[in-house]
């Protein structure tokens, strides 16, 4: 079954969908060349061998804080060619949340062959080490989401890594960018991590203004659309609208949902009607976070979202019968309705549903009415359709 952005594919208006999906990173960045330029400072020493660098990028969901530190990764790596061997290691430890599974992450970037068990943190770090060293390379380091780790890691791991070269001979193994949202991430930190990680290598992210986003919007437009199908007036508006939450990501699916509304029509001209604020949902929730769900949980989360792209809310009845045709439609068993209801209640736990007792008891008596309003349901739902088609 193909993703909604598949269904429209007509072409009148897109010609690569990929500029809009979130993984995507422009060649150039809108209105962050402050940001940019505060990162060239802290890695200005970067091409003396013998030398890391570190800085922390902090910001509001939607800021540009992941997109900065890989376009960022990939300038410097090509700016450092011929002087600095430099290797890119992205780990979001929202998707690798403990200290073993970071390394994992690390040492399986390095060498794809590394195997899973048997060796203790220590000597995992020293293999990676090693294996920096043997092939001339330093390592740029960027922990996504770095609050969720050290929450639950009290920052061992950081101090480590901070630490693998102390008392060795090589020196500057490793430059490490930590990401989070969390604007008190430094206040989880021990005093000697701060003095290591240093209070003036903070890069802290503003929330984007409606010029700004209408200027992002408009970049994916010149690179996705077709020229002139996408009216400014348009562009003006989604950046009106984003920008009350100042999130570049709504920007985009506001832009998205746009040409899907007139390529539907079959129109080829996306107007500013073609915009709506029904699909403003303030998206606070990384789409990636339905990754580490189990099959039957992204299955009942797919019915949910595929109702609440159209209504304000879903009954659990509902929820449950979406789930059962979901389940048919992917030809996988449904699991029990106690089951079920878990992982509704996982869900929310998770942040990705909201649930409230229904005022109308009937049947089971415990109707809950469950709503997202955290994430937007198509992005969520063409998430874990592609991932479905992929398996
Ligand atoms: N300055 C920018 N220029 C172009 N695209 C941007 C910019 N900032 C953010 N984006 C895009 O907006 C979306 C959200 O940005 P992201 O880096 O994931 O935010 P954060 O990590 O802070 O939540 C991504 O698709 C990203 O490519
Ligand atoms: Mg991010």
């Known amino acids: 079954m193909a993703g909604y952005l598949d269904r429209i594919g007509a072409g009148k208006v ?137 929450n639950r890691d009290q920052s061992d791991l950081i101090y480590k890594l901070l630490r693998i070269d102390e008392g060795k001979e090589n020196q500057g193994t490793i430059s490490m960018i930590l990401v989070s949202q969390n604007l008190s991430l430094m206040k989880l930190f021990e005093p000697a991590i701060i003095s290591r990680l240093g209070q003036s290598n903070i890069v802290e992210m503003q929330p984007y203004n409606a010029e700004t986003l209408t200027g992002i919007a408009s970049q994916r437009v010149e690179i996705a659309c077709r020229t002139g199908s996408v009216a400014d007036e348009t562009l003006t508006k989604i950046g009106q609208f984003a920008a009350e939450s100042g999130d570049a990501r709504m920007a985009i699916e506001l832009l998205e949902a746009a040409i899907r509304r007139t390529e539907k029509d079959g ?54 019968k979406l789930y059962l045709l979901v389940c048919e439609e992917y030809e996988v068993k449904p699991r029990s309705y106690t089951t079920f209801w878990k992982h509704l209640k996982t869900l929310e736990t998770e942040g990705l549903i909201e649930t409230r007792a229904a005022n109308t008891n009937v049947g089971r008596g415990r109707t809950q009415h469950i709503t997202m309003n955290n994430t937007a349901p198509a992005t969520i739902e063409s998430r874990i359709e592609r991932e479905f088609l992929r398996g």
């Open 267 to 320: 129109r080829g001209e996306v107007l500013p009607d073609d915009v709506r604020p029904s699909t403003l949902r303030k998206a606070s929730l990384e789409p990636s976070s339905v990754d580490n769900l189990s099959q039957h949980q992204k299955l009942s989360l797919l019915g949910i979202c595929r109702r609440l792209k159209k209504a304000e809310y879903v009954s659990s009845g509902d929820a449950h």
């Open 14 to 150: 897109l010609l690569d969908k990929a500029p809009l999906s979130y993984d995507w990173v422009p060649p150039s960045l809108i209105g962050r060349d402050e940001e940019l330029d505060d990162m060239a400072g802290i890695f200005s020493q970067i091409q003396n061998h013998e030398t890391s660098c570190q800085a922390v990028v902090m910001g509001p969901v939607g800021s540009g804080k992941t997109v900065l530190t890989r376009r960022f990764a990939e300038d410097i790596q090509r700016h450092l060619e011929g002087r600095r061997k430099t290797v890119i290691t992205h780990v979001n430890c929202r998707n690798h949340p403990t200290g073993p599974q970071v390394l994992q992450q690390i040492a399986l970037s390095l060498d794809e062959r590394h195997p899973e068990r048997g060796f203790s943190p220590g000597e995992i770090i020293q293999s990676i080490r090693r294996n920096l060293i043997t092939h001339d390379s330093h390592l740029l380091l960027i922990l996504d989401e770095a609050d969720i780790l050290v």
